[in-house]
């Protein structure tokens, strides 16, 4: 199993930034395939920016070229850079991971293609 801890929410006015963090230990390998989404309240969750265990990186078209996905170079510690941000990218963000080595497409995979959750960290952008 994987565990995994968010952290770096906050709220931010309109053109701000902020790094989410996420650690994760347990079966983690550098390859892992990891993710990050949102759900904001009465939504659906929503998949922001994904690397596949190639290194592969895809977003979701509201959020390119504002956001970077990353990870360190153990594999253990997955970030997303937010800037530029918008009170649309308000909601908990989850960090996700999958157990083993896949690759993915150009898309954002869908919640089902990950096993593991963390608990969330709010982002709330004030206009």
């Known amino acids: 199993a994987i565990q995994l801890v968010e952290s770096g929410g906050g709220s931010v006015q309109t053109g701000g930034s902020l790094r989410l963090s996420c650690v994760a230990s347990g079966d983690v390998s550098r390859n892992s395939p990891m993710a990050w989404f949102r759900q904001a309240p009465g939504q659906e969750r929503e998949g922001v920016a994904a690397?596949?265990?190639?290194?592969?990186?895809s977003y979701r078209n509201s959020v390119q070229g504002r956001f970077t996905i990353s990870k360190d170079n153990t594999g253990n510690t997955l970030y997303l850079q937010m800037d530029n941000l918008k009170p649309e990218d308000t909601a908990m963000y989850y960090c996700t991971a999958r157990g083993g080595d896949s690759r993915h497409s150009g898309n954002v995979p869908p919640p089902s293609f990950y096993h593991y959750w963390g608990q969330g960290t709010q982002v709330t952008v004030s206009s």
């Open positions: 690397i596949d265990s190639d290194g592969l990186r």
